[in-house]
């Protein structure tokens, strides 16, 4: 199975992202949780000990080099549009409890800092990897809209799900990210509320979207908000309304899917 998460910023697209990774890894699956959000904290969230001291593929300029033949801050160089990139998941992921992590990062990128030519090169090779060879349950946990999947990285999605609050930003949000994944042909794009207190925020969500389907709605649960803070792990958090939602939220995936066929 390999799933996208994507929504606005704040909506809880990283909680979604661990929860799910822990429930599929809890029943013996192979999980790789890929953070492609620069600002996200998954490693943080499903609890990697250190998670600060994770090194981000695009932070690992010698690697790059060695696969692609160039050094990420070369500037017209030639560099191998085909690097490998088969192994990385077990040269470069640290485990923890069952569960993988990709950090990609990108969020220390600076203005005038050379071509990034070979760091894209060979993420996207790795994603395309990930999402059309490797048979784990891979979970991505992405930035605002679809941007990073290219036209054929998209195909190997099962799903994109759209994580989506009560409120507008969130859902005009969601309808463009819908727009967007039409244009890369995503057959499946399927919102999950979150942060939903009364029958009044799903009725407004469901309305807003337009037709978009409503796979899931996980309940408010200001104790996840603390786990983004280190207070509070998502295993811990996982645990009473939200691991239930989210639990029912899984089993209609492998359902959808036919992951269970």
Not at 11 to 21: E, F, H, I, P
Not at 52 to 67: S, T
Not at 126 to 147: F, S, W
Not at 219 to 234: A, C, I, N, W
Request: hydrophobic letters at 40%.
């Amino acid at each position: 199975m390999k799933l996208a998460v994507t929504g606005k910023g704040g909506v809880g697209k990283t909680t979604l992202s661990a929860g799910l990774s822990v429930l599929f890894s809890g029943q013996g699956a192979r999980v790789i949780a890929v953070d492609a959000d620069p600002d996200s904290n998954l490693a943080a969230t499903l609890g990697f000990p250190k998670p600060d001291g994770i090194i981000p593929l695009i932070d690992r300029k010698d690697l790059i080099a060695e696969r692609t033949g160039a050094r990420p801050d070369s500037s017209g160089a030639y560099f191998s549009l085909n690097p490998r990139v088969d192994d990385i998941p077990e040269y470069c992921c640290p485990e923890h409890r069952g569960i993988r992590l990709l950090a990609v990062g990108g969020g220390s990128r600076k203005g005038g800092s050379g071509c990034f030519c070979p760091e894209n090169t060979f993420l996207r090779s790795l994603l395309a990897h990930l999402l059309l060879e490797r048979e784990d349950v891979v979970i991505l946990d992405m930035e605002a809209g679809v941007e990073s999947l290219t036209r054929g990285t998209a195909q190997g999605v099962d799903a994109l799900l759209v994580v989506v609050e009560p409120g507008q930003r969130s859902l005009e949000t969601a309808q463009r990210i819908r727009r967007l994944a039409a244009d890369l042909d995503i057959a499946r794009v399927w919102a999950v509320a979150n942060k939903v207190r009364a029958e009044e925020d799903r009725h407004f969500i469901a309305q807003g979207l337009g037709g978009m389907e409503v796979v899931g709605f996980l309940p408010f649960r200001p104790e996840v908000l603390k786990s983004g803070m280190g207070h509070v792990g998502v295993r811990e958090g996982l645990d009473g309304p939200l691991g239930e939602e989210l639990s029912k939220l899984q089993v209609r995936l492998e359902k959808e899917l036919s992951l269970t066929a």
